[in-house]
């Protein structure tokens, strides 16, 4: 999968879902492309918690292979791109609710 930023910058990561329980939770692994070496790949949990309001919690927990993984990914500025990504899940979200309530119009 490749991503951009809002700034134009090019991402590429793979990954496989192990396990989807709709409407709870995902598992997956992914793999950042842009590291010389291969074999880095992270183990991720998304649960999603139904709230009031029409609203949903999710967390999310990543398992990386070692420290240095870890540290690599935040020097990335891997926190910006999930936030990021979040945002646009939000903004898809938003236009969904939009036309479900014309619909119900």
């Known amino acids: 999968m490749d991503w ?11 990954g496989v879902y192990h396990e989807v329980k709709s409407p709870e939770m995902i598992i997956e692994t992914f793999e950042y492309e842009g590291l010389p070496e291969k074999g880095h790949a992270a183990l991720g949990k998304v649960h999603f918690e139904s709230l009031p309001g ?4 999710i967390t999310e927990r990543e398992v990386f292979l070692s420290v240095e993984d870890r540290d690599g990914m935040l020097q990335a500025d891997m926190a910006k791109g999930v936030n990021e990504s979040y945002e646009r ?6 236009g969904v609710t939009k036309q479900s309530a014309k619909k119900e119009r």
């Open 4 to 14: 951009k930023d809002k700034n134009g910058h090019q991402f590429a990561f793979h």
């Open 54 to 57: 029409n609203r949903t919690k």
């Open 89 to 94: 899940l939000e903004e898809l979200m938003d």
